[in-house]
C-alpha cells in the first residue's frame, strides 16, 4: 500500500523558506495530485496547495505568492517551499495524495485526500 | 474563521447515535462534494466518508454521511470509545478556488 513520509528541518527562522519533502513509497506518484496541508498546534486544518504528477500546481490563495510546490518523479518526492515565514506558518505539515475523477469535460479533477502522512512540526522561531 | 462552519463538539454515550453538522455556501458544499475526515490524537487525518456519502473499504458502516443544499452531516451510530477524535469537513470552493475545511469538532464520549 501507499505511504507518504514528509521530511525536512523542524526549525526554521523567521523571514527564512521552509522546505519539506514527501517521500512516496509503495507506489508511483505517476498519476494522482499530491498536496500539502497543515495544521497549527491545537488549531484546524489548511491547504496549502497541490501538484498534478504532469507538474501543474494549484495554490491555496492565501499562501500563492510564497509558495512552491514541485515534483520529482525520478525520486518518487514531490517538494514544498514557503518563503518569508512568520510564527503564524508554525503548524504540523502533512502531505496527501488525491484521487482524481474525470469531470463532465473530461478534467480530471481532485478528489478525497488519501493517505495521508503523519506529518512533520516545523517551528518558525529565532 | 473556517469556511465551513461546524460545531467545536459534540458528545454522546456508547451505543448512542450523534451527528455532526457541516454548513457552507453554494460555492462549496452547495456545488461540490464533502468529505470527512477523523483525526484521532496525535495522529494524522484519516478519510472517512468521500463524495458526500460514499465509504472507503474498511471504513464501519456506523457511519454515514449526507448532503442536502449547502449543508452536511456525518452521523456515528452505536458510538464506541475509539470514535473519541476530532471530525473535519471538506470540500472544493469553486469562489476560492481552494479546497476547504470546517474548523472540526471534537467528539468525548461521556
Known amino acids: 500500500q501507499v505511504q507518504l513520509q514528509e521530511s525536512g528541518p523542524g526549525l526554521v527562522k523567521p523571514s527564512e523558506t521552509l522546505s519539506l519533502t514527501c517521500t512516496v513509497s509503495?507506489?508511483?506518484?505517476?498519476?494522482?495530485?499530491w498536496s500539502w496541508i497543515r495544521q497549527p498546534p491545537g488549531k484546524g486544518l489548511e491547504w496549502i496547495g497541490y501538484i498534478y504528477y504532469s507538474g501543474s500546481t494549484n495554490y491555496n490563495p492565501s499562501l500563492k505568492s510564497r509558495v512552491t510546490i514541485s515534483v520529482n518523479t525520478s525520486k518518487n518526492q514531490f517538494s514544498l517551499k514557503l518563503s518569508s515565514v512568520t510564527a503564524a506558518d508554525t503548524a504540523v505539515y502533512y502531505c496527501a495524495r488525491q484521487a482524481y475523477y474525470y469531470d463532465s469535460s473530461g478534467y480530471p479533477t481532485p478528489d478525497w485526500f488519501d493517505p495521508w502522512g503523519q506529518g512533520t512540526l516545523v517551528t518558525v522561531s529565532s | 474563521q473556517s469556511v465551513l462552519t461546524q460545531p467545536p463538539s459534540a458528545s454522546g454515550t456508547p451505543g448512542q447515535r450523534v451527528t455532526i453538522s457541516c454548513s457552507g455556501s453554494s460555492s462549496n458544499i452547495g456545488s461540490n462534494y464533502v468529505y470527512w475526515y477523523q483525526q484521532l490524537p496525535g495522529t494524522a487525518p484519516k478519510l472517512l466518508i468521500y463524495?458526500?456519502?460514499q465509504r472507503p473499504s474498511g471504513v464501519p458502516d456506523r457511519f454515514s454521511g449526507s448532503k442536502s443544499g449547502t449543508s452536511a452531516s456525518l452521523a456515528i451510530s452505536g458510538l464506541r470509545s475509539e470514535d473519541e477524535a476530532d471530525y473535519y469537513c471538506a470540500a472544493w470552493d469553486d469562489s476560492l478556488s481552494a479546497w476547504v475545511f470546517g474548523g472540526g469538532t471534537k467528539l468525548t464520549l461521556l
Open positions: 463524495r458526500n456519502n
Open positions: 509503495g507506489g508511483s506518484i505517476s498519476s494522482y495530485y
